[in-house]
């Protein structure tokens, strides 16, 4: 499976937001990580569509993901995807319909993934999984960038692999060159990193390492 790098842009520079997101696409990274906080489903906020719209316009070629941490993410499908969302994730433990929304997301023409929140064991995901295009395991409790990485949901990434081999599955919070091998270990092939690579003097060098690191320990691991 494709190993993939993503920066998340919670952890750029807030006063020169378009300088990361080029900084983050010149690095080699695969692709952009847009965290989207509602203060509701989250205690924190982000920031909306105009951003997700902006990083199309710096940089029209670098993929985005946008991880919707929302309680009514079914609203704002439509404004997200219009505004460049390539790939959209929504909470299992959102408030909606998710079959629908699943289906929605697609049928705009965006890979549709389902995110899980650390306390979610991963059976609450299994009716939704041919839906998905991906499956977001969240290692952090959501709503903040620089916490650190939770190990204890290691056996969810390693059950949701063995349920799924050929399923994107993305680990997301508290990812470095060290828990990122814990997480490709058990079978995780794609990691978000915000403030392990936006602190970096040199970005490129950060993304080439937890590559390396990631691609050895999940070709190494759960098969
Ligand atoms: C947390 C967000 C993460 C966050 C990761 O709610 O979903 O994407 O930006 O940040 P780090 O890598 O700093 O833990
Ligand atoms: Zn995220």
Do not use: W
């Amino acid at each position: 499976m494709r190993i993939q790098i993503l920066p998340s842009l919670l952890a750029a520079d807030q006063g020169a937001l378009a300088k990361d997101v080029s900084r983050a696409a010149s690095s080699g990274a695969d692709a952009l990580h847009l965290d989207v906080m509602d203060a509701h489903f989250v205690p924190n906020l982000s920031f909306g569509p105009a951003v997700v719209e902006m990083c199309r316009r710096v940089e029209p070629g670098f993929y985005r993901h946008v991880h919707l941490m929302m309680t009514r993410p079914d609203l704002y499908l439509e404004k997200f995807v219009s505004a460049g969302a390539q790939t959209v994730q929504v909470h299992i433990e959102a408030d909606c319909d998710l079959h629908a929304v699943l289906a929605r997301i697609r049928a705009l023409g965006a890979r549709a993934a389902l995110a899980v929140n650390p306390e979610t064991p991963i059976v609450r995901v299994m009716p939704y999984l041919d839906e998905c295009d991906e499956l977001l395991v969240m290692t952090v409790h959501p709503g903040y960038g620089g916490q650190a990485f939770i190990k204890e949901c290691l056996p969810k990434i390693a059950e949701a692999r063995a349920l799924r081999p050929q399923l994107d599955i993305m680990v997301d919070g508290g990812v470095n060159a060290e828990t990122g091998v814990l997480a490709a270990a058990a079978g995780a092939n794609q990691f978000v990193a915000g403030s392990h690579l936006f602190k970096m003097a040199d970005m490129a060098l950060g993304v080439a390492a937890l590559r390396d690191a990631c691609e050895k320990a999940f070709a190494g691991s759960h098969v």
